[in-house]
């Protein structure tokens, strides 16, 4: 029996089993999903986080041991994140026609979400670290990280609340848009690509092909944008509160 | 498959290296996209290969951004801490941009159509 209680404690440090277990849980994510007739709670990636947190949780294991697997799978972001210019080229036409509008709300939506995190966040009292790795809270993992790194915030904390920030945005998204009809598909993707990222967009896509290139637009563009501006606005920020 | 893939990585492996020589503070992937996207716009038409896999992957999306939200366990501490303010902040900073930008947006896509 210890035998076999070592054997599991080794296999459960590998790459095998993290990858393994992510893969059983975004099946059984997704699962749950078609049964809910994909109610917005019923959010794949909020799902899966939460099956593998309660198994991590139950076995007792490292969330480190668990990351051997699951690094696998972040690395796969970079290559799904290029093969994001597949839908961005067939939608390029619908895209350029609304070229002027799609930069204003680009630079409106970056600059509300770089503001609102900082003023929010002071208001509500939050540490200063926390405050400033909320900054690039609605931008894209890897950007976030280098973002907050620059800025003075905790890149994987940053990475943390890009997450939470992105299932919010996923979950509310659809619920919101139709009691408010703002069902274009330009402007759901749009909106959504620029607050809530990849997974935002990730949830778009389901919608509509046509939507999830306009979130995949916002997506990378707000990236781009927020790395110049939150180092900037930052500065003018912190001169006005003191 | 094996197409799409080699198509993938070597975009983005030329974003890293963009991104590396020129000291741009973006991510290597973000570049590779606008890479491929302008090889796309030049070449007219989507290579074979990747056509094929690409909606297949991205139909998948969601499972890659799984561990990253697992991450969020070993801040839970910290976050415990800061309770229901850190879930106030959140909760409107992120309904604010999203409003923000869909009302601007149609507002401003409206004006255009009208115009014409």
Same mark, same amino acid.
């Given at each position: 029996?210890?035998?076999?209680?070592?054997?599991?404690?080794?296999?459960?440090?590998?790459?095998?089993?993290?990858?393994?277990?992510? *893969? #059983? %849980?975004?099946?059984?994510?997704?699962? $749950?999903?078609?049964?809910?007739?994909? /109610? @917005?709670?019923?959010?794949?990636?909020?799902?899966?986080?939460? *099956?593998?947190? %309660?198994?991590?949780?139950?076995?007792?294991?490292?969330?480190?041991?668990?990351?051997?697997?699951?690094?696998?799978?972040?690395? *796969?972001?970079? @290559?799904?994140?290029?093969?994001?210019?597949?839908?961005?080229? /067939?939608?390029?036409?619908?895209?350029?026609?609304?070229?002027?509008?799609?930069?204003? %709300?680009?630079?409106?939506?970056?600059?509300?979400? &770089?503001?609102?995190?900082?003023?929010?966040?002071?208001?509500?009292?939050?540490?200063?670290?926390?405050?400033?790795?909320?900054?690039?809270?609605?931008?894209?993992?890897?950007?976030?990280?280098?973002?907050?790194?620059?800025?003075?915030?905790?890149?994987? +904390? =940053?990475?943390?609340?890009?997450?939470?920030?992105?299932?919010?945005?996923?979950?509310?998204?659809?619920?919101?848009?139709?009691?408010?009809?703002?069902?274009?598909?330009?402007?759901?993707?749009?909106?959504?690509?620029? =607050?809530?990222?990849?997974?935002?967009?990730?949830?778009?896509?389901?919608?509509?092909?046509?939507?999830?290139?306009?979130? %995949?637009?916002?997506?990378?563009?707000?990236?781009?944008?927020?790395?110049?501006?939150?180092?900037?606005?930052?500065?003018?920020?912190?001169?006005?509160?003191? | 498959?094996?197409?799409?893939?080699?198509?993938?990585?070597?975009?983005?492996?030329?974003?890293?290296?963009?991104?590396?020589?020129?000291?741009?503070? +973006?991510?290597?992937?973000?570049?590779?996209?606008?890479?491929?996207?302008?090889?796309?716009?030049?070449?007219?038409?989507?290579?074979?290969?990747?056509?094929?896999?690409?909606?297949?992957?991205?139909?998948?999306?969601?499972?890659?951004? &799984?561990?990253?939200?697992?991450? #969020?366990?070993?801040?839970? @501490?910290?976050?415990?801490?800061?309770?229901?303010?850190?879930?106030?902040? $959140? *909760?409107?900073?992120?309904?604010? @941009?999203?409003?923000?930008?869909?009302?601007?947006?149609?507002?401003?896509?409206?004006?255009?159509?009208?115009?014409?």
């Amino acid at each position: 029996m210890d035998a076999f209680i070592a054997a599991c404690l080794a296999v459960s440090r590998g790459p095998l089993f993290g990858l393994f277990l992510t *893969l #059983v %849980a975004y099946r059984a994510a997704l699962w $749950l999903n078609q049964r809910c007739h994909g /109610h @917005p709670l019923s959010n794949p990636v909020l799902v899966g986080c939460v *099956l593998v947190g %309660a198994v991590l949780l139950a076995g007792g294991i490292r969330v480190d041991s668990y990351m051997e697997g699951g690094r696998l799978l972040l690395l *796969l972001l970079g @290559p799904a994140t290029v093969a994001l210019a597949v839908p961005l080229y /067939h939608q390029f036409a619908k895209l350029r026609r609304s070229a002027g509008a799609l930069a204003l %709300a680009l630079l409106a939506g970056s600059l509300l979400g &770089i503001t609102s995190s900082v003023v929010l966040g002071r208001l509500f009292g939050l540490p200063e670290t926390m405050v400033l790795s909320l900054v690039p809270r609605s931008v894209t993992t890897p950007i976030a990280m280098g973002v907050a790194e620059a800025i003075g915030g905790e890149p994987t +904390l =940053a990475a943390a609340f890009v997450i939470v920030s992105g299932i919010l945005g996923a979950v509310l998204v659809r619920p919101l848009f139709t009691r408010l009809g703002l069902m274009d598909e330009r402007v759901l993707g749009f909106a959504t690509g620029v =607050a809530a990222h990849g997974i935002g967009t990730a949830r778009v896509f389901q919608i509509s092909q046509g939507a999830g290139a306009f979130a %995949a637009l916002a997506m990378g563009l707000n990236g781009l944008m927020t790395a110049l501006l939150a180092p900037l606005l930052l500065g003018w920020l912190g001169r006005l509160w003191h | 498959m094996l197409e799409a893939v080699i198509w993938l990585l070597a975009y983005q492996l030329a974003g890293e290296l963009a991104v590396r020589c020129f000291g741009w503070p +973006l991510p290597g992937a973000v570049v590779g996209m606008v890479l491929l996207l302008l090889t796309l716009l030049a070449r007219r038409s989507v290579p074979e290969g990747l056509q094929r896999s690409v909606p297949a992957m991205l139909g998948h999306l969601s499972l890659l951004f &799984i561990p990253a939200g697992v991450g #969020v366990l070993a801040w839970w @501490p910290q976050l415990l801490d800061a309770g229901w303010r850190l879930v106030l902040v $959140l *909760l409107l900073a992120t309904l604010l @941009p999203l409003l923000g930008t869909a009302y601007l947006l149609r507002a401003l896509l409206a004006r255009k159509e009208g115009a014409r």
